[in-house]
Each structure stands twice: as C-alpha cells, then as structure tokens.
C-alpha cells in the first residue's frame, strides 16, 4: 500500500439477514478517542442465484468508522475471494470481508470487538484479527450457509406522514422525508434506492395528486403508486338561531376553491343519528333548516367542499328550537 493513502481493515462475516445499528464505545486516549467495540450495518446473506455484488451493507451508525461497501467481499469455504458476477450456490458456505476506515479522531483499540446488531455471540469461533494503525481486520469473523432462492425485495408499500394539505395558494406536496417506503416483508427500505416522481409539480389547487415511486438500485423491484390530497380551507359559523321548528344557520363566506357547504346536524353532542344539508353554492351564507323537532336542542357544524373532497369540521355551535 502506498504511503499517504488511508488504510483499509476487512472483517469476515455472514449473515442470513442482518439489520445493524451502530455501536462503539469510544475511550479517551489522548486526543483521540479508540473504538473499543464496532457494531457493522445491515448486510443480507448468500440467497441462491444471486450474484456476489447483490450483496453490500445498506445501513451503518458509523460515529469513528465507516463501511467501504466497495472493497468488501464474499469467499467461499477455501478461501477464495468471489467476483462481483459470481452467484451462490444453495447449500455452499460462504464467509464475508468487510472493510472499515476509521475517522479522523479515532482509532481502534488491540483489541477492539465486533459485533452485528449488538450480538457478541455471532462471531465465529475462528475468527482473527490484526490491528495496524488506523485499521483493524477480522478475519473468518461469520459463515453462512447459502439458501433459499433469489427473491428481490419490491417496493409494496408507501406511507405518508403528511398526505393531507390544507388550500394555502402555494404549492403543497410530501417531502421526501415524510415518505416511508417498504418491501414485501415490512422492511424498511432506504431512499437512496428508489426514487420519487411527483405526477403535478405545481399541486396548488384543490384536488388529488399522485406520486410514483420507482426503484433505482439492484435488487430493489417493483413500482409504487401513491396519492396525497389537497382539501379546501374550511368555514366558521357566525351564528345559529333557533326558531320554531327550525334552524337559522349562519357562516363565514369562503369561496376560494370551494364549491359550495355541507352542514351537519343532530340532537348528540357527538353527532350520532346526524342528517346534512347540502349548499351546492360558494356564495350563499346562510340557511333555514326546518322540520326539527320542537324544544330541542342541536348541534351544528359546517364544512366547505369541492367535488369529492371537504374541508375539517368547523367548531360546533348549538341551539333549542322553539
């Protein structure tokens, strides 16, 4: 290795399935502060059919080190590195390399330990290690035995955290991080491997938008299609007046984007057995509802609407007919 270039520290390992946190224990030495355990990401292990470079760490916690997903590697029982374009073999057992870099302001201690997913009794009985420098090796650290047969994770899920927007006049959509997509098993799958296609980049006004979501890495598979919505703003109630037998309802004009209202009604509080009034107008203000019965007292609450969408429900207001 050539002077001046950053060392490179390989790990042996397997895994059927691995989701990884990160953990390291740093202690004071100096002014650099040594890695006394490491705690490796998220690798999946040898499936049937796959290629060797099907396989790589998708998730590390690398506070001090970091994973050089390209220089890490699989070799087979003799010791034989695969290629990239290598498949598995069901049946076979594989052993994984992995490649660390420590941070600058850390080092790695003799006799650092490593574990997966915080799980000390993982390692293999014959595991090596060799530490020089700012590098660390584990060798013949996991075995796995290859099983199974290929099956790429597809993308079959997708949740909004904010898919409900509120009319503004500006340009409303989910970010990418309100965006959680997952795979067939439930798994979380990171937003490096797919990417977001909004169907409208100017979702202004009221209505249904979609996004498509498509991957962009090997072995991710599938295509998702998800919606979010924009709803009109909503509308107060000025007042209601109790008459005999009826109802005067009055409200707050709101016709930007708006179609017209819906009101609501009961004799519970909590609109149990409720009856509606449709207002097929923005403009008007206010409405006699009649056919009530006599000293009762409702409840009242008014949405605005347009087309299939309707705003949230204004505060509720009551009154006693007469």
Known sequence: MKAGKWKIIAIALIVSVFTCTGLQVPISAGAESVLTTVDVGEIQGPIAGAVSAY??????????????????????ANGTKMMPEDT???????????????????SFASDTQ???????????????????????????????????????????????????????????????????????????????????????QASKAVGFYAITIRPVAYPYE?????????????????KVIGG?????????????????????????????????????SAKKTKVVISGLKAKKKYFVRIYTYNGKLQSSASKTVSAKTK
């Not at 396989?55 to 087979?76: I, K, Q």
């Not at 420098?133 to 290859?146: E, L």
């Not at 707050?252 to 609501?264: M, R, S, V």
């Open 55 to 76: 396989l790589d760490f998708t998730e590390t916690r690398d506070d001090g080190f970091t994973v050089e997903n390209d220089l890490c590697y699989w070799s087979d």
């Open 88 to 106: 598995f073999v069901a049946g076979q057992t594989y052993y994984y390399t992995i490649v660390l870099k420590v941070k600058d302001g850390y």
């Open 114 to 200: 490593l574990t997966i997913y915080g799980e000390v009794s993982n390692v293999d009985a014959n595991m090596t290690m060799e530490v020089s420098g700012d590098t660390v090796t584990f060798f013949h650290a996991y075995k796995a035995v290859c099983g199974g047969t290929l099956n790429n994770p597809t993308l079959t899920t997708a949740n909004l955290s904010s898919k409900v927007f509120v009319y503004n006049g500006k340009v409303q959509k989910p970010t990418a991080s309100q965006i959680k997509v997952y795979d067939q098993f439930g798994k979380l799958i990171e937003s490096r491997n797919y990417e977001i296609v909004y169907a409208s």
């Open 222 to 238: 599938g295509e998702l299609t998800t919606y979010y919505q924009i709803i009109p703003k909503g509308t107060t109630i000025s």
């Open 244 to 280: 005999k037998k009826k109802l005067t309802v009055k409200w707050k004009k709101q016709a930007t984007q708006t179609k017209g209202y819906i009101i609501e009604y009961s004799t519970s509080k909590k609109f149990t057995a409720k009856k509606t009034k449709k207002i097929t």
